[in-house]
């Protein structure tokens, strides 16, 4: 059976890790990675299930998925707040959790930022920077990562002395004071306005290349993760779906769930008569590529992917289709259609806009481009634990 790690189990190596170390050397590996809770986690029994992944120094790298995906638990199991069931860790290079061996948070060299940013109330924002220097000597340091991110003249202030954006980039400001390999990041723009939100995810990937740190950033916002990761790992419930950059998640979805959590697409059944692949809005042609699931008409299950945009929509009091919902987006609106049993995302442009309860016709746009999928494209896991 088995057994969870103790936390009071001997660590190896009491040294902690910090930047730099050698670029050949992984910032994070993560090697089949289970997790539970004690008593299970609602839907399912594991948290995560088989999670590999690996960071790049250097690297900003998004997790991405819906609520309760396990993202956050991810990030406790790299931090050291909790421990898997199986599975090992490595951070630039050394084993930190693993059969073996599960290093103290304090021994990993990880920085952490967090949504309410956790900063110590009763210290200026130099005290809250020098707090978790290795050398208190090292002042340097703490006036360079102040200048960096635009805090030098309010070193003297108290956190609630600071705007909510000052005080993320001085909670980015302490996490990266120790120099550590790697900083962790749980959904850290959340609690801000727009503007700041934008201004501050912008300047992220460049802070950390100033640092040399690699980072894992917690997100479900796909614009977000698209924006500014050099990658993006897309979990669902407990499994890594696909890791890959912005462009191949778009352009390359694994998984109908990539597709339609990424993309926000439409997931739509589709089956065969004869050759050709047949959907509620009339026959698709299956896309082909080269990292797209190849179908073929043993395939007894498929989905398609279909965009909000590719689909074309009118009022037809005799349609099949009718509008339940719809949001204005500024230059679009977004509809919610119900067809059969399947709810559809179209979006269409401002002109004419259909209301609420009103029947429609659909179809596919004749150029529209679909992507196809096994029903099953979900990624199995390679080893269920007992
Ligand atoms: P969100 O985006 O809403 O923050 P998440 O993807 O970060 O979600 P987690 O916080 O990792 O999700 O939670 C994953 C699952 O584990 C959820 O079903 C959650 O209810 C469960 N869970 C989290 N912490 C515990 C705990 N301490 N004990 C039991 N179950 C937990």
Known sequence: MLQS??????????????????????????????????????????????????????????????????????????????WPQRGVIRLAGREVSGPNCCLAPERRGVGMVFQDYALFPHLTAWGNVCFGLRQRQNKGRAAWLLNLLGLSELAERYPHELSGGQRQRLALARALAPEPAVVLLDEPFSNL????????????????????????????????????????AVLHDGRLHQCASPQQLVHQPATSFVGRFVLQGNVLPAWWQGSDLHTLLGPVQPLSGPSLPRLSVQEAAVEVLVSPDDIELEADDSGAGKVMGREFLGRSWLYQVEQGDVRLRVRRPMDMPLQIGQHCALRLRPAAVVKTFPATSSPQPTFVPS
């Not at 948290?47 to 638990?73: A, F, M, N």
């Not at 306005?193 to 912008?202: A, C, G, P």
């Not at 300047?203 to 990761?229: N, W």
Request: aromatic share 4%; glycine share 12%; net charge negative.
């Open 5 to 82: 790690h103790q936390s009071d189990r001997p660590s190896p190596d009491s040294t902690v890790l910090h930047a730099p170390y050698p670029a050949s050397l992984h910032a994070i590996e993560l090697q089949g990675l289970w997790h539970r809770f004690p008593g299970g986690c609602g839907g399912s029994e594991w948290t995560l299930q088989g999670i590999d992944l690996r960071l790049e120094r250097g690297e900003l790298v998004g997790l991405l998925g819906p609520s309760g995906c396990g993202k956050t638990t991810l990030l406790r199991l790299i931090a050291g707040f909790e």
């Open 193 to 232: 306005d727009v503007e700041v939100r934008l201004r501050l995810r912008s300047e992220l990937p460049t802070v950390l290349a100033q640092c040399g740190t690699s980072g894992l950033i917690v997100t479900h916002d796909p614009e977000e993760a698209l924006a500014i990761c050099d990658r993006v």
